[in-house]
């Protein structure tokens, strides 16, 4: 009974265990009907790969060390990961700025993939006018954190990159009408730029920063919220307090008055 329970809380919850199982079933059913009209080497190819999925769907399913890893994992809000963030495809980050219906929250060091994308600025002008609070940190030029990293980050200009990013963010936004401009807040922080989260809603995509490797080249993973105990805590939780106290201990907006400290110099 507690293997039946494992096996439908597991099709429920993970969509590929799912897919893997059933695709199986189906390749061992199609097996049978060809058996059955007379294509024995053709009914034997399918059943096997069909028991062969099923095989390794049921050994994982089985595994203790499996299962509990598994429910790690989902304790903690995990819901994907990626051992370099240049494994996510390019166009995959828009994706998820598109899913936005409330808020978009972008800490990043430079942010310069997100402007050198060619769809972003039409999908943030989009959801800016339907009424998303958006919200991006850069790492503030002038600080010794900033000096630390494009130290980290060589043979990248990381200074030189943050403030051209700034300088094109500022120019779109100066573009907007009042209503929605005011929508899209600019912020540089101090703090050490251990991570950088994506928070869209009610989800994001955290990435740590390792000294000696570039940023594209950073471990990611996507973490949700999830119901615990009182006395858990899951990543979601960890991250979004995290944004919360850069942004309420250590960011500067930038204004009309103050930008043209962060600008490059002419």
Request: aromatic residues 10%.
């Amino acid at each position: 009974m507690n293997a039946i329970k494992r096996l439908v809380r597991r099709i429920r919850e993970d969509p590929q265990f799912a897919a893997v199982l059933f695709l199986g079933i189906i390749l061992v059913l199609a097996g049978i009907i060809l058996a059955a009209n007379n294509m024995p080497s053709l009914a034997t190819g399918m059943s096997s790969v069909g028991c062969s999925m099923i095989a390794a769907a049921l050994v994982t399913l089985l595994s203790p060390s499996t299962d509990e890893v598994y429910s790690k994992f989902k304790r903690l809000g995990i819901t994907d990961l990626y051992p370099s963030r240049g494994e996510i495809i390019k166009s995959q980050w828009v994706r998820w700025l598109r899913l936005a219906r409330r808020h978009f929250v972008e800490v990043g060091i430079s942010n310069s993939g997100w402007l050198g994308d060619p769809d972003f600025f039409p999908v943030l002008k989009d959801k800016l006018e339907h009424e998303v609070e958006v919200k991006i940190f850069f790492l503030d030029p002038r600080c010794q954190a900033a000096a630390t990293r494009a130290r980290e980050d060589s043979p990248r200009a990381t200074i030189v990159t943050i403030e051209r990013s700034i300088a094109t963010l500022w120019e779109f936004r100066c573009q907007l009408s009042g209503a929605v401009r005011n929508r899209l807040r600019v912020l540089v922080y101090t703090c050490t730029p251990s991570s950088g989260t994506t928070w869209v809603d009610d989800f994001m995509i955290v990435t740590h920063y390792i000294p000696g490797y570039q940023n594209a080249t950073s471990p990611a993973f996507v973490a949700k919220p999830v119901r615990i105990q009182l006395e858990e805590t899951n990543l979601y939780q960890i991250y979004s307090a995290n944004v919360r106290t850069i942004e309420n201990k250590y960011s500067t907006e930038l204004t009309d008055v103050n930008i043209q400290q962060y600008l490059p110099k002419p």
